[in-house]
């Protein structure tokens, strides 16, 4: 049976639609007016449609791309050898990864499928053969991106709720981490649906995220599709929203996650991130391990991509008119850097088991972990998230990505 994604969709909202031989991309430069879905025929079209944010954010861009060659060679008239097909095949990929150069998850996801091509050439001499398994290859990243936003949202909720101990919490986002964003559900947003699925988000704060307003136009438009309880501030109003109580945690994605924790995420999320710390507001960090790029020591070793001034100079995020003085020099970085110290812990879709012997039974309150205790061992394991090491500000993240497998 030809695969569709529908049959993994975690929600009625969708921006990548896909069945075998087909893919279509839900054009977020036109919501929340206009619903347009436009046809991905080849890689060409799919780099495009990335680079001019059609499809956005880390996880959706990465599964846009392996799903847009896996169209193009799916009908593709090719009679060459295996060689032929993996060769071209990494073209491809190398070529879709230079369509956004920050998020980490496309060019992990090119990474990954490169291996699988080239195992696949190690046992046939079909280059059709190749094809099929780089398609199906590519169907499992959109099927296995559902469930971890799942369970990122699971193990999300579940630790703001013991951290905020709270019967009912309020939760500042920032750009767009939901479903438009990924294959379905969403990674912080997902967070959010989360809470408010168990009943306990009393309200989701989200800024309009400029200049390119992922969170007036995407968020908003998911949270009052979702029907959860959502309000709309300026950017520029954070700090005040925190100032007066009504913040109980922040929760953002990322693009990028360096070893030490310091995390590469949309323009304008630093800012939000030294609010909360000065207000003692718990700041998270919500992304799939495949954010996580332990190549790079510290979050200065990232490439943060600049966007045409454009979006700045002009109304709708740059295809409007304009409104800035003709003349005038733009800076438009469209990420920035939160430094590990402001983060208060990383919400992956992992979990790794652990025990710690103690010498008698003792009653634990655990903040983020899930546990059960029996005979004169404590067995816990991390529903996930990646926390501070006892040495205080640091994360070791290599750590858990090891003990997670």
Same mark, same amino acid.
């Given at each position: 049976m030809a695969f569709e994604s529908n049959e993994v969709a975690a929600t009625t909202l969708q921006a990548i639609c896909?069945?075998? &031989?087909?893919? +279509?991309? /839900?054009?977020?430069?036109?919501?929340?007016?206009?619903?347009?879905? /436009?046809? *991905?025929? $080849?890689?060409? =079209? &799919?780099?495009?449609?990335?680079?001019?944010?059609v499809v956005r954010g880390a996880p959706a861009i990465a599964i846009a791309a392996a799903l847009s060659l896996a169209v193009e060679v799916f009908n593709l008239d090719f009679n060459g050898s295996a060689t $032929?097909?993996?060769? /071209?095949? +990494?073209?491809?990929?190398?070529? %879709?990864?230079?369509?956004?150069?920050?998020?980490?998850? %496309?060019? =992990?996801?090119?990474?990954?499928?490169?291996?699988? *091509?080239?195992n696949a050439a190690a046992t046939t001499s079909e280059g059709r053969s190749v094809f099929q398994v780089y398609i199906d290859a590519a169907e499992v990243m959109l099927e296995d991106d559902v469930a971890s936003n799942r369970a990122i949202g699971s193990y999300g909720a579940s630790i703001i709720q013991q951290q905020t101990e709270k019967q009912k919490l309020s939760v500042l986002t920032h750009c767009n981490t939901g479903s438009l964003a990924t294959a379905g559900y969403g990674t912080a947003l997902g967070v959010i649906r989360a809470l408010h699925s168990a009943g306990v988000l009393k309200r989701a704060y989200c800024t309009e995220t400029r200049p390119f307003n992922q969170g007036s136009r995407l968020t908003a438009f998911e949270l009052v599709h979702e029907k959860i309880p959502g309000?709309?501030?300026a950017d520029s109003a954070a700090a005040a929203l925190m100032k007066a109580g009504h913040v109980d945690a922040v929760v953002v994605g990322a693009d990028r996650v360096a070893s030490n924790g310091d995390t590469a995420n949309k323009i304008g999320t630093y800012s939000v991130a030294l609010s909360a710390k000065f207000h003692n507001v718990p700041f998270y960090v919500a992304a799939p391990l495949t954010s996580i790029d332990l190549s790079l020591s510290s979050g200065q070793e990232i490439v943060i991509e600049?966007?045409?001034?454009?979006? /700045? %100079?002009?109304?709708h995020g740059g295809l409007g008119e +304009? *409104?800035?003085?003709?003349?005038?020099?733009?800076?438009?970085?469209? !990420?920035?850097?939160?430094p590990a110290n402001l983060i208060s812990g990383i919400i992956t879709e992992k979990v790794f088991h652990s025990f710690l012997a103690l010498p008698s039974l003792t009653c634990i309150i655990c903040m983020g972990f899930s546990c059960i205790l029996f005979s004169?061992? !404590?067995? !816990?394991?991390? +529903? &996930?998230? *990646?926390?501070?090491?006892s040495a205080g500000d640091a994360f070791d993240i290599k750590a858990f990505v090891q003990k997670t497998g």
């Open positions: 896909y069945k075998r &031989g087909s893919l +279509q991309l /839900l054009d977020q430069r036109k919501l929340p007016l206009e619903t347009v879905y /436009l046809e *991905i025929r $080849d890689s060409t =079209d &799919g780099w495009n449609a990335i680079r001019e944010m $032929d097909a993996v060769s /071209l095949l +990494q073209k491809k990929l190398e070529y %879709l990864v230079t369509s956004r150069p920050t998020a980490v998850n %496309l060019s =992990d996801a090119a990474t990954k499928l490169k291996e699988v *091509i080239s309000t709309l501030i600049e966007r045409s001034p454009k979006e /700045l %100079l002009n109304t +304009q *409104i800035a003085a003709s003349g005038i020099s733009v800076w438009n970085p469209a !990420f920035d850097v939160t004169n061992h !404590f067995m !816990f394991f991390e +529903q &996930g998230v *990646i926390t501070k090491t």
